[in-house]
């Protein structure tokens, strides 16, 4: 269980998992999600104060539509000041969380220690991912959430024969099943939007200096390793940890790796490289 209480910032009311003391370490979800994938992130309260909300629209939050990935960015700022994060916090986001974590640290760099980006991607959608997202966008309309279920199950946790042979697999799609199923239809097609709109950070991101850990599944089908290797490449503080066994939702389903790769890098984050030094 994750208990929520609600938070208003930004002009709507979001549903917020906190717990632990410290270090802020905000926990920014996928879609078409929502807090409860940080389920196995629970655990991290010991050591840090852990903030999972979920995003405008998404699960308790609400708001249902969003005008972009920056928009999202700028909630999550607005949180912070309302939740009273005075200091910088850890900013971790898998996938669309990623990519709010990166406008984060653009836009609001005060913010951002350090940033977590977890089986996600610097670059924008092809114009193909684009339309297969309007496709999605205008099938979810006629035919209900399940459709993106039934679309993005296959793709979410790895796909080889030892992971689909996990005990407690069909327990997990099961509930991935039931967290996409309940979010709103306007939610999940604003989101598609946002996704299918959002700009290339690669340029952005080279300017970022904060020490950052990218994690990846070995066997992510949405952003494979190339992706987070490019990343890598191009950030000045960056670390990848590529994790056997784990596909596009690393933290949960090898959340014992994840959860000691986060605690190494907080107790240890990568150094400054050609003179760009971690921010204080
Ligand atoms: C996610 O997991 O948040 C999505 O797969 C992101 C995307 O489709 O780009």
């Not at 002009?11 to 998992?17: K, L, N, R, Y």
């Not at 807090?35 to 609400?62: C, K, N, T, Y």
């Amino acid at each position: 269980m994750m208990p929520v209480h609600h938070v208003a910032a930004a002009g709507t009311s979001f549903a917020v998992h906190t717990a632990g003391s410290g270090l802020p370490l905000v926990l920014l979800h996928g879609f078409p999600l929502d807090h409860r994938m940080w389920a196995g992130q629970v655990a991290l309260a010991e050591a840090v104060r852990v903030i999972a909300p979920d995003l405008r629209g998404f699960g308790g939050s609400g708001g249902s539509t969003t005008t972009g990935i920056a928009a999202l960015a700028d909630d999550v700022a607005a949180l912070l000041d309302a939740l009273r994060v005075t200091g910088p916090a850890v900013l971790c986001g898998l996938s669309m969380g990623g990519y709010v974590a990166q406008h984060v640290a653009v836009r609001h760099p005060e913010k951002v220690a350090s940033l977590v980006l977890v089986d996600t991607k610097l670059e924008a959608d092809t114009p193909e991912a684009r339309a297969a997202r309007d496709d999605l966008a205008a099938k979810v309309g006629r035919l209900g959430q399940e459709i993106v279920a039934d679309a993005m199950l296959p793709r979410l946790l790895a796909g080889s024969p030892a992971a689909r042979g996990l005990p407690g697999r069909a327990a997990t799609e099961a509930a991935l099943r039931r967290m996409i199923i309940e979010q709103p239809v306007a939610t999940i097609q604003a989101a598609l939007a946002a996704l299918g709109g959002r700009p290339d950070m690669t340029e952005a991101m080279r300017h970022v200096r904060v020490p950052t850990l990218l994690v990846v599944g070995a066997e992510d089908a949405i952003t494979p390793p190339e992706c987070l290797l490019r990343a890598e490449a191009i950030m000045p503080c960056a670390r990848l940890l590529v994790v056997p066994g784990a596909g596009h939702m690393t933290p949960l389903e090898t959340p014992e790796v994840f959860n000691a790769a986060v605690l190494e890098f907080l107790r240890a984050p990568p150094g400054a490289v050609d003179g760009a030094g971690p921010r204080a």
